[in-house]
């Protein structure tokens, strides 16, 4: 088992910057990938940007340019620098790590932190 644990949401205004950082409870010594996530009410999670421990990235188009996903391996964790936010990021962020299991892969979730960007 793996616990993720997110901190660094709040309420921004429009144009504002806001870092999330996710801790992971144990190092991870298979190949995986993190990730952030993001749902509002009534809508699916949508992914965010992902990270692979070997540095490759993704990222939603409606975020590139905007948010840099980051992760440091050795201390097991990862963040999301957002800037230039606006009112449609605004949603529950959560972070994801998903283990490459020989049997199949392992997706664990974090509990969620608010993002809130007023115009």
């Known amino acids: 088992q793996v616990q993720l644990v997110e901190s660094g949401g709040g309420f921004v205004q429009a144009g504002g910057s806001l870092t999330l950082s996710c801790a992971a409870s144990?190092?991870?010594?298979?190949?995986?990938?993190m990730g952030w996530y993001r749902q509002t009410p009534g809508n699916q999670r949508d992914m965010v940007a992902t990270?692979?421990?070997?540095?490759?990235?993704t990222y939603a188009d409606s975020v590139k340019g905007r948010f840099t996903i980051s992760r440091d391996v050795a201390k097991n964790t990862l963040s999301l620098q957002m800037a230039s936010l606006k009112p449609e990021d605004t949603a529950v962020y959560y972070c994801?790590?998903?283990?490459?299991?020989?049997?199949?892969?392992?997706?664990?979730w974090g509990q969620g932190t608010q993002v809130t960007v007023s115009a």
């Open positions: 144990r190092s991870i010594f298979r190949s995986n990938v």
């Open positions: 990270v692979w421990d070997n540095g490759i990235t």
């Open positions: 994801n790590l998903k283990i490459m299991d020989p049997t199949g892969p392992v997706g664990y």
